[in-house]
């Protein structure tokens, strides 16, 4: 338990952004109905799934349609 503790001044504020991200992509997908590649139930799919970084990355990266 005590190895544990020791990470958790670097996991937490992790954890905290990773969810923030998620939100503010969800929100972002929620909003718009354009997107390159893809559909809107796909881009919630990716982002839930890889929600480690990965999949809100990927959406801003590949689905995010330029205004």
Known sequence: MNEIAQFLPFVIPLVIVEF??????????????????????LWVLVSIVGMNFVGPVL?????????
Do not use: N, Q, V
């Open 20 to 41: 923030l991200l998620l939100g503010y992509t969800l929100h972002h997908i929620f909003t718009h109905s354009h997107y390159r590649r893809g559909s809107r139930a």
């Open 59 to 67: 959406y801003f990266l590949l689905g995010k349609e330029d205004h």
